[in-house]
């Protein structure tokens, strides 16, 4: 019997799950986006294309009705409205996001309407899950104990292809890039919860060593205290998740931060076009938009590690125009603004790849006493002529949760993310076997 599946979104992720999925015969996709024509040139002829908007409740309520199951590939904001429609007409949902408190309050709903909300699967988070809750129930089931937890992701350019300031390439919007950098973290250390402000994010970064031929830094992601008890760790004294860049981005974001570049206020400069310095000068209060003035203005409102350090990030900053007469493309607020010009600046280039690392390290006590530490890492490039690491490691993960579902080998209802060896298993075998996507595993 066929199946329907619709899709909502058409961002680089979701071509991976639309080709596996429409390789099946017994499931029929359709792609949904507000712009046909976007929806139209992802599918190609693999798959239907509609236009969809999912603010409009009754057209949304309408097309949701005509399918088996919702993928949901458009920002987080949106799944609640998509969730509340897949209650109504009885069909599951897949999301490759974070369980928010505005799905968590629906899911008595969820559950009375019997229905399966599976979220949390793709990279990070996804495959991080399942690879993390595997050595955790394996530890568990020999009596042991995990006494720290650390996790890393990291979706970078290849090493040869980091030919920027940054050592960084946009692949998605830019802006969700850098607002993540303006967050406050909070992380388990030593049996003590550290709590970091947003502005000190940065100096927080520290080298992470994985192996020898990666120059990687890791500074904490948000909040990872709630994952001793999501992992059932609650012997746990350092429990951390965060994220991997490579060596000197940190100290390059924090000038932008301290210099105002990461403001989302409006200013007038801002909102016509102009010249760089004039509006560089303006944001930091500099004496005049001259190289000389707005250098000595930035020294004031920021440290540098070290001479090199600052050679290196002024070079940055002279490197992507905001120092000199290039036009800026107005956004309306600082941040929108250099956005526009990252994004000009730094997307990849036909021919280059992209570079996922991820990395657990479990803190192991065994039961006799003794200790060890484990190791689950990934290290996976894209391919320049077909998918980007990072769409392969969310799209297929997402594809495959979907298909299990569909042919009943996920048959569990109510909200869900992979976070039981029931859930999990399945999928990372599909994953390994089919797709040759897995971590390696080690006792170090």
Excluded at 240 to 248: D, E, V, Y
Aim: aromatic letters at 8%; glycine letters at 8%.
């Amino acid at each position: 019997m066929v199946q329907k599946v619709l899709l909502l979104g058409s961002g680089f992720v979701a071509k991976p799950t639309v080709d596996i999925l429409s390789q099946d015969p017994n499931i029929e996709v359709t792609v949904a986006c507000r712009t046909l024509s976007k929806a139209k040139e992802l599918v190609g002829d693999k798959a239907q294309a509609i236009s969809l908007d999912v603010n409009d409740t009754e057209a949304l309520d309408g097309a949701v009705a005509k399918f088996d199951l919702v993928i949901s590939l458009i920002p987080y904001t949106y799944h609640v409205n998509v969730v509340k429609s897949a209650i109504k007409n009885k069909k599951h949902v897949v999301t490759t996001s974070y369980i928010n408190p505005q799905l968590k309050a629906l899911e008595k709903e969820i559950e009375d309407a019997g229905i399966t909300v599976m979220n949390e699967i793709g990279l990070d988070p996804g495959v991080d899950h399942l690879y993390a809750v595997k050595t955790i129930e394996d530890v568990h089931k020999e009596g042991g104990k995990i006494k720290s937890f650390l996790s890393y992701c990291g979706g970078l350019p290849a090493p040869e292809n980091s030919d920027n300031p940054l050592g960084y390439k946009f692949s998605w919007s830019s802006r969700g890039v850098l607002l993540a950098l303006r967050n406050a973290a909070k992380y388990w250390q030593d049996g003590q919860i550290v709590d970091v402000k947003s502005e000190d994010l940065m100096a927080t970064a520290k080298p992470y060593f994985i192996y020898p031929g990666f120059a990687l830094v890791c500074y904490p992601n948000r909040d990872s205290t709630t994952y001793k008890q999501l992992y059932n760790i609650p012997e746990a004294e350092t429990v951390i998740r965060g994220t991997l860049r490579f060596q000197g981005f940190p100290e390059f974001i924090k000038v932008l931060v301290d210099t105002g570049f990461l403001k989302d206020d409006e200013m007038e400069i801002f909102t016509k076009p102009g010249p760089w310095n004039e509006a560089t000068a303006k944001l930091i209060g500099a004496k005049s938009s001259s190289v000389e003035d707005i250098i000595a203005k930035i020294k004031t409102l920021t440290k540098f590690k070290s001479p090199e350090d600052e050679e290196r990030i002024l070079d940055g900053f002279k490197w992507l125009g905001l120092l000199s007469d290039k036009q800026l493309t107005p956004k309306g607020n600082p941040l929108d603004t250099l956005c526009a010009t990252l994004e000009q600046l730094m997307q990849y280039e036909p021919g280059e790849r992209d570079l996922v690392v991820l990395q657990h390290k479990f803190g192991i006590e065994n039961k006799d006493g003794t200790t060890e530490t484990r190791t689950s890492t990934l290290v996976d490039y894209g391919d320049p002529n077909g998918y980007s690491s990072m769409a392969k490691l969310v799209g297929v993960p997402c594809a495959v949760a979907t298909k299990q579902i569909l042919n009943g080998t996920l048959n569990k209802k109510g909200l869900l993310a992979p976070m039981s060896s029931e859930i999990n298993d399945p999928i990372m075998k599909e994953l390994k076997d089919d797709y040759g996507i897995y971590l390696v595993e080690k006792t170090l």
